[in-house]
C-alpha cells in the first residue's frame, strides 16, 4: 500500500511537470499539495476488512475504525476495491461491492410522473409526494459567525477561525444533500421496480429557478429525474412544449389554470379534476400516443379523486 501510494505522488507530480512544460498556466489545483485526501484500498481481505458484527472496518498499516451506517450493506455483497477519504476533516470509506443481478420488471405497467413546485412529484395513479429539505437553523447561524470572521483580500488568506466554520458549512451541505439523494433514491426504486414504463416531461427545471430558487433548491426533482433515467426498465420522455396542466381528460379542453389552482372545474363538461393527477396522467397518455404501446399496458389502479385529494 505504501508503495503504491509513493507511485501515485510520483505519477501525479511527474504529469503536473509536462504540464507546466506545454505552457498551462497554474492555478490553485496545481500547486502541489502537502497531504493525500485519498488512500485506495485494493484488495478486500488484504489491505481493507468489513467486520458487520462489530460496526468495524480493520485497514492495513492504520488499525481498526468504528464505520456509521456499516448495517445498511446487505449480507450477499461481495467487496471488491475501497477508497478511503477524506472530505471536510471527516472520513468515509467508499467501498464497492457486487450484489447478484436483481431482474427487470416486465408486467407491461406505465406511469405517468408529474414534477412541480407545491407537489414535488406526482404520479398518474394519485400518490402525491410533498418533501424539502430546508435549510437548517445551524447553517444560518454557522453563516453569520463565519461573516465576521477575518479575510485578508491581499494574500487571499483565510484566519484560522474561518476556514473552520467554513468546514462545518460545507460538511453541513454535504449532510443535506445526501438527504435529497437518498429519498430520490427510495423514490426512483418504489417507481421502478413497480412499473415497466416510465413516462416524465422533460420540463427546464433550470428556468424554474428564476422565479422558485429556494423551492426548488430544497427539493431537487432535477435530481430525481436523472435517477431515474438511470433505472428505469423503459423510460420514456415527453417533449418540453407539449401541454399538460389544464387538460381536461373527459374532453380535452384547455383552459389557463394558475399556480393556486389546484382543482379545476372543466368550463365545457363540468368534470372535476386534480391538476397534478391530470398532468401526470396526461403526459403518460401522451407517451403512450407516441410508442404505440397503448394495447400491450396492463390496466393501472387510479385512485378515485376524493382520496387523492384527501391526502394532501
Ligand atoms: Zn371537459
Not at 501525479?12 to 499539495?33: A, P, V
Not at 458484527?53 to 471488491?80: M, R, W, Y
Not at 373527459?250 to 372535476?272: K, M
Request: with cysteine; net charge positive.
Amino acid at each position: 500500500m505504501k508503495q503504491y501510494l509513493i507511485k501515485r505522488l510520483q505519477s501525479n507530480i511527474k504529469s503536473l511537470k509536462t504540464l507546466k512544460g506545454k505552457g498551462r498556466k497554474e492555478n490553485w489545483k496545481d500547486k502541489i499539495q502537502g497531504a493525500l485526501h485519498s488512500i485506495p484500498l485494493m484488495q478486500y481481505g488484504i489491505t481493507y476488512k468489513i467486520n458487520t458484527k462489530d460496526k468495524t472496518v480493520h485497514i492495513q498499516g492504520l488499525g481498526d475504525f468504528k464505520v456509521n451506517g456499516i448495517s445498511q450493506i446487505p449480507c450477499n455483497a461481495e467487496f471488491a476495491t475501497a477508497n478511503f477519504i477524506e472530505r471536510n476533516c471527516d472520513y468515509f470509506l467508499h467501498a464497492i461491492a457486487y450484489l447478484p443481478k436483481e431482474e427487470r420488471v416486465h408486467n407491461s405497467m406505465a406511469i405517468g410522473i408529474d414534477l412541480g413546485i407545491t407537489n414535488q412529484i406526482t404520479f398518474s395513479n394519485g400518490i402525491k409526494v410533498q418533501y424539502a429539505i430546508t435549510m437548517s437553523e445551524r447553517i444560518k447561524r454557522l453563516y453569520k459567525v463565519f461573516s465576521r470572521a477575518e479575510y485578508d483580500k491581499d494574500t487571499k488568506k483565510r484566519s484560522r477561525r474561518g476556514t473552520k466554520i467554513l468546514q462545518k458549512i460545507k460538511s453541513e451541505f454535504l449532510h443535506q444533500n445526501n438527504q435529497k439523494k437518498d429519498i430520490n433514491n427510495k423514490l426512483a426504486h418504489y417507481v421502478t421496480t413497480n412499473y415497466e414504463y416510465i413516462a416524465y416531461q422533460n420540463d427546464n427545471i433550470h428556468s424554474w429557478m428564476k422565479f422558485y430558487g429556494r423551492r426548488i433548491y430544497e427539493t431537487s426533482i432535477g435530481g430525481f429525474r436523472e435517477c431515474l433515467k438511470r433505472k428505469a426498465s423503459t423510460p420514456l420522455e415527453v417533449g418540453r412544449f407539449i401541454r399538460t396542466t389544464g387538460v381536461c381528460m373527459n374532453c380535452g379542453t384547455v383552459q389557463h389554470l394558475s399556480l393556486s389552482d389546484r382543482i379545476a372545474v372543466c368550463p365545457s363538461c363540468h368534470s372535476v379534476f386534480d391538476r397534478d393527477v391530470v398532468a401526470a396522467n396526461k403526459i403518460k397518455q401522451e407517451v403512450l400516443c407516441l410508442w404505440n404501446l397503448g394495447e400491450t399496458l396492463a390496466e393501472d389502479y387510479i385512485m378515485p379523486l376524493q382520496v387523492a385529494c384527501s391526502n394532501t
